[in-house]
């Protein structure tokens, strides 16, 4: 009891403080250098060039050496995946990816969309950029910045780009028909890695917004999940007139009192089990990441079986917190092996395990609530899709105080924390119902 009236004191506080601080800023849009060296006296190519993802016998022929190698250590009887990654599934993991999975195969799928990069500050940006296969007479695609967190990729969107940009084929209305692109963040995938300390989300936010004025959009819409919505967030904050954003706890009985939903309460209580607790198991990687990333990326970076263990594990309890209990950690109820290896595959063939952890030590490692962004408000029209297994359940009412113009909140029937790679059709059609509601404003 007493910690829960603690933590109730202290979002109190925070509440309190930004409903205090209700006036409009923008974050401004300034300019900055992540390549190597000083920045050059020349101005930067803004071409835009087109790019191919590529594998080779000699990439295959290592990865394989070393998958050989992998020495599994037996888990403790009756574990699961409680102590994280159980080492019994990873070796039917390991044999899939030894013996059956084709990467050469995948490549061929990750290349069925146009990839593209362009330097911008310094930095090779890789995207993906979809156009509408065709249109009704008459319209013009709706332009979407979609982007993805850690330990993720821009292949999560794989199987939202056809609802997004081809509906009618896939069942859907044609009311709203979108032109797509997915950027890598900086040092994830195939975008290059900052050689500065300090790339954070606001840096990635302008890197974008910089990226979609060079494709010809002035004005678009913004979707993001995990850092993605941290970053959709600072473009909104950025350049607010140009973007359509979409991304109390004093005990149960007081819950419908204070406004909050049943669903709300099913979600958030018991408390200290759904929210701290939770908090508590799934954040150990967080804090290793935000103080010291490049001791533990050492081993990830040197080794494909570590690399898998350390990302597929949040695959499982993302999902579901309660795939914990369950001897495979519930991987394969959601995904299939072959797409949570490609993902895999896009840190592993890169190389961006480390500079993807950087990305925490960048955003959290000076503290929480010292950057500018994090104590400002964003006045755009805002969609929110809370999907039931998500880490942190956040009610409207929460949302709504870093959102005032939250003009869509929708709970979602099932999903966790991958929505567009668990649940694409669900987020498509959250996508098309936000965006009806934004053209009415």
């Known amino acids: 009891m007493w910690l829960e009236l603690i933590l109730a004191s202290v979002l109190g506080f925070v509440i309190y403080?930004?409903?205090?601080?209700?006036?409009?800023?923008?974050?401004?849009?300034?300019?900055?250098w992540w390549g190597p060296g000083s920045k050059p006296s020349a101005k930067e190519d803004e071409s835009i060039?087109?790019?191919?993802?590529?594998?080779?016998?000699?990439?295959?022929?290592?990865?394989?050496?070393?998958?050989?190698?992998?020495?599994?250590?037996?888990?403790?009887?009756?574990?699961?995946?409680?102590?994280?990654?159980?080492?019994?599934?990873?070796?039917?993991v390991v044999s899939f990816w030894r013996n059956e999975f084709d990467w050469r195969k995948q490549v061929e799928i990750l290349n069925q969309y146009p990839h593209f990069k362009t330097k911008i500050e310094g930095l090779d940006i890789h995207f993906i950029h979809v156009k509408p296969p065709q249109l009704p007479s008459g319209r013009t695609?709706?332009?979407?910045?979609?982007?993805?967190?850690?330990?993720?990729?821009?292949?999560?969107?794989?199987?939202?780009?056809?609802?997004l940009t081809d509906p009618k084929t896939h069942g859907l209305s044609d009311e709203h028909v979108f032109e797509v692109i997915f950027p890598s963040i900086p040092g994830y995938g195939f975008s290059e890695a900052s050689s500065k300390k300090g790339l954070n989300s606001v840096a990635t936010a302008r890197i974008f917004y910089k990226l979609m004025s060079r494709l010809g959009f002035q004005k678009f819409y913004i979707q993001g999940g995990d850092w993605g919505s941290l970053i959709c967030t600072n473009i909104a904050q950025m350049v607010?007139?140009?973007?359509?954003?979409?991304?109390?706890?004093?005990?149960?009985?007081?819950?419908?009192?204070?406004?909050?939903?049943?669903?709300?309460?099913?979600?958030?209580?018991?408390?200290?089990?759904?929210?701290?607790?939770?908090?508590?198991?799934?954040?150990?990687?967080?804090?290793?990441?935000?103080?010291?990333?490049?001791?533990?990326?050492c081993a990830l970076n040197d080794s494909p079986v570590g690399l898998a263990a350390y990302i597929l594990e949040k695959f499982s309890t993302w999902t579901k917190s309660e795939y914990c209990e369950l001897e495979d950690g519930g991987l394969e109820r959601k995904f299939s092996l072959e797409d949570l290896l490609t993902n895999i595959m896009i840190y592993?063939?890169?190389?961006?395990?480390?500079?993807?952890?950087?990305?925490?030590?960048?955003?959290?490692?000076?503290?929480?609530?010292?950057?500018?962004?994090?104590?400002?408000?964003?006045?755009?029209?805002?969609?929110?899709?809370?999907?039931?297994?998500?880490?942190?359940?956040?009610?409207?009412?929460?949302?709504?105080?870093?959102?005032?113009?939250?003009?869509?909140?929708?709970?979602?029937?099932?999903?966790?924390?991958?929505?567009?790679?668990e649940e694409p059709k669900l987020l498509a059609q959250d996508i098309r119902k936000f965006v009806s509601l934004a053209e009415l404003q």
């Open 49 to 92: 060039r087109p790019f191919k993802v590529e594998t080779s016998d000699e990439e295959i022929k290592d990865l394989h050496q070393r998958i050989d190698r992998f020495r599994a250590s037996p888990p403790l009887e009756g574990s699961r995946f409680h102590y994280g990654f159980n080492s019994s599934y990873l070796k039917k």
């Open 17 to 32: 403080w930004f409903v205090s601080r209700d006036k409009e800023e923008t974050l401004p849009l300034e300019d900055g």
């Open 141 to 163: 695609p709706k332009p979407l910045l979609m982007v993805h967190g850690w330990p993720g990729s821009f292949y999560e969107f794989y199987k939202i780009i056809p609802l």
């Open 348 to 421: 592993w063939t890169t190389g961006t395990i480390v500079s993807s952890q950087r990305f925490y030590k960048e955003n959290l490692g000076q503290g929480v609530m010292v950057h500018r962004h994090e104590g400002m408000k964003v006045f755009v029209p805002t969609g929110y899709s809370a999907f039931p297994s998500e880490i942190l359940h956040a009610p409207e009412k929460w949302v709504k105080v870093k959102y005032p113009k939250l003009i869509s909140y929708s709970y979602m029937e099932r999903g966790g924390h991958f929505a567009a790679f």
């Open 240 to 297: 607010p007139k140009n973007i359509y954003s979409l991304t109390p706890l004093l005990g149960q009985r007081f819950g419908r009192f204070l406004g909050y939903t049943e669903k709300d309460l099913e979600l958030l209580y018991p408390f200290k089990e759904k929210v701290f607790y939770n908090i508590m198991r799934e954040s150990g990687y967080l804090h290793i990441q935000a103080t010291k990333p490049d001791t533990v990326g």
